[in-house]
């Protein structure tokens, strides 16, 4: 089976469209770029899609603080890097008890039992 992931959605009507397609997940790119999502917008995209659709936020050498501050509001399923990051920074979401905001649990309760 294929997992597939379509990055630089910026429109509810795209995502929309790929998931109804047979995209499992949805990139939000909050790096620069000309496919960068406003925080707010995937946060509109992500109320609108189904509660299995995984939604991955894109980074590009971003500051904890800031992808701190994007995964307190949009709920994601996983952190994507694409700089410099070390492993480490990369690990870091892994031991922190809000990697997942409680929203998140909401639109997928089994969540709760997994171990993060």
């Avoid at 790119?29 to 992500?46: D, W």
């Avoid at 109320?47 to 995984?54: A, F, G, I, T, Y």
């Amino acid at each position: 089976m294929t997992w597939i992931k379509i990055c630089g959605i910026t429109r509810i009507e795209d995502a929309l469209a790929v998931v109804e397609a047979g995209a499992d997940a949805l990139g939000f790119i909050f790096a620069k770029s000309p496919r960068r999502i406003e925080l707010s917008q995937a946060v509109r995209i992500a109320e609108k899609l189904p509660p299995l659709v995984s939604l991955v936020g894109v980074f590009l050498d971003q500051g904890a603080q800031e992808i701190q501050k994007v995964i307190a509001s949009c709920p994601l399923t996983a952190l994507q890097f694409h700089g410099q990051e070390s492993p480490e920074f990369c690990r870091a979401g892994r031991k922190r008890e809000d990697c997942f905001p409680k929203r998140d649990t909401q639109r997928c309760p089994h969540l709760e039992q997994l171990q993060l």
